[in-house]
Each structure stands twice: as structure tokens, then as C-alpha cells.
């Protein structure tokens, strides 16, 4: 039987990893763009663990930066002319600032 300590420990776990995985407003739509989204729990297996198997371009951004929502019609025909070159994704650092941080990205 789970004490009161680990089954709180749990919920606070489950919490934080709900907060870090959570797809809040991305500028891309998840269905429609050829753009993906990328988070916390995709990003290691979609870019790092495939670097021998292609080239991943990644825009790091902010939704909530004028100079992001600018270059989302850019990024989306890029990704529109390269699909099936590139793996094209995206990571709005104000939802998943932790792996942002991790990528040295500001």
C-alpha cells in the first residue's frame, strides 16, 4: 500500500511532467502544418537520436515575440519545399523553457 508521502510524490511528479510535455498555443497547427512540434518528451527522439539518419532544422522561438509570428509564413513554405529533405519542427521556448535551456538556446 502507497504511504501518503509517495502517492504525493507521485501526483507532483505526474505535475511537472504534464506542465513540461503539455502542446499549449503553438503557432503551428499540429495537423495542418508540415511543421513539428516538438517538446520535451518528443524532441530526444525525433532530432537527437536521429542525427545519423538526416538533417532536423529546428526553430527555437517565443509566440509571443512580433519577429516569431513574422517568420511563421516563412518557415512554413521552407518547410513546405523541403518535406521529405529535412525533419522541420519547432519548440515554443515559452512552454518548454527547460529544453531550451538544455539546447543553450536564449
Known sequence: MKSAFQSLATVAFLGSLQAET???DSMYNAIKSEVSIYNAINF???VLNNREKGISI???YKGSEEA???DKGQ???F???N???FRIG???CEDFGKLCDKESVS
Do not use: C, H, L, T
Open 58 to 60: 529546428v526553430q527555437f
Open 22 to 24: 503539455a502542446q499549449a
Open 90 to 92: 519547432s519548440v515554443n
Open 44 to 46: 530526444p527522439k525525433q
Open 75 to 77: 518557415y512554413e513554405k
Open 83 to 85: 518535406k521529405g529533405m
Open 79 to 81: 518547410s513546405i519545399e
Open 68 to 70: 516569431s509570428k513574422r
